[in-house]
């Protein structure tokens, strides 16, 4: 048996971030930039105007207040977007809107509000300064800067930014093609009625839920028979793949042939038992150079064995640094025994109250009752070593989706 620190280390050894590939920038968000993007040009281009007001010589203003207005004579209009054609001199004013560009001899914007028009005079009511309300070429972005890093994701904010600098496409790490592949006599796909003593092959759905979740892309290569011609046939439908997911048939049962079948067509396969539960049974290793996981079958392992080990990996093929869930200190409200040497990931409900998190179990813990993953928002963590933690206790908690990072009411701590 190895530590779940083991397996996922010699598997994060195998696992590499997939090539490039240029995107329009709207298909980039939530994706791994692969190049370092300078600015070429300066953002603003140009000293642009902040404010809807008059375009001035500060001195002009020198003294103006309500009571004693400076008048200045207004020589031309510049709307945004239009390109100022004289030049302000002493005593001399242009209307300008936001973000039209200064003219030549101004140096200060005085707001529409601060001002009254009088026929081709305009009566200024307060005193401006050298740059009031302009905005300086290149004070958001100066070309040549570096703006965004290789390795950053892609927000919205980043988005804009490329559109900004006139970048239409950009370079992103791949997203992985994923083979999805059932096994076992005893399941049936989702539209077909099942006979009591078949199953849905829930798997297929949760496994390519959780794929896309964390970026991959999901190829459903179906269900597969126990039996070694139809398990061959589909592995071999999934070397399309960037990575393939098996789930069911690696435990110890008459018909878990998934093994025997990995290791004849695959070269590089291991089979472990990692001292975790639920998901002991784990195959990790490579078909035709392929990464290739065989999860457990039942519906919470195979759940579970995804986020410990599938996740973190297809993170790395898209380029991402940070594999991991965060993971937080909580209260425990009730009392929880275990049995030592393995490994505990019990599905929890957190809720964070009074500035602290705190957890309780989402019931019935075993790996065949899919419910308790529907309910939880996150894994109790209890390491090989414990054998009971009491309610008030503290646990690690690892959050497994981002319900705590939105709430119903708007506000502040
Ligand atoms: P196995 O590891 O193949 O022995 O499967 C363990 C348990 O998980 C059995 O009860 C299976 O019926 C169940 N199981 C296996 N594959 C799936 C699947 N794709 N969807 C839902 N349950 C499954
Ligand atoms: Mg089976």
Redesign the pocket.
Known sequence: MISVEEALTRILEAIFPLPLEKVNILDALGRVIGEDVHASRNIPPKDNSAMDGYAVRWQDTFGATQKHPALLTVIEDIPAGAIPHKSVGPGEASRIMTGAPVPDGADAIIKMEDTEKDGQKVRIFTAAHQGLDIRNAGEDVHEGEKVIHRGDVVRPAEIGMLAALGRSFISVHQRPVVAVL???D??VDIDESPTPWQ??????YSIAAQISECGGIPLQIG?AK?TREDLVAKFKAALRADLIIS?????V?D??L?KDIMKEVGNNMQFWQVAMRPGK?LAFGSLEGIPIFGL????V??MVSFEQFVRPSILKMTGHKNLFRKTVKATLKEDITKKEGTRHFIRAKVDYENGQYTVSTTGEQG??ILKSMVRANGLIVLPEDATSVKAGGKVAVQLIDRSLEQTSKPGYP
């Open positions: 059932a096994t076992g005893e399941l199953i849905v092959s829930s798997n297929s269900i126990d789930s069911g048939g690696v435990s049962g018909y878990d998934v049974p457990p079958g039942n519906p392992s195979s790996s065949g």
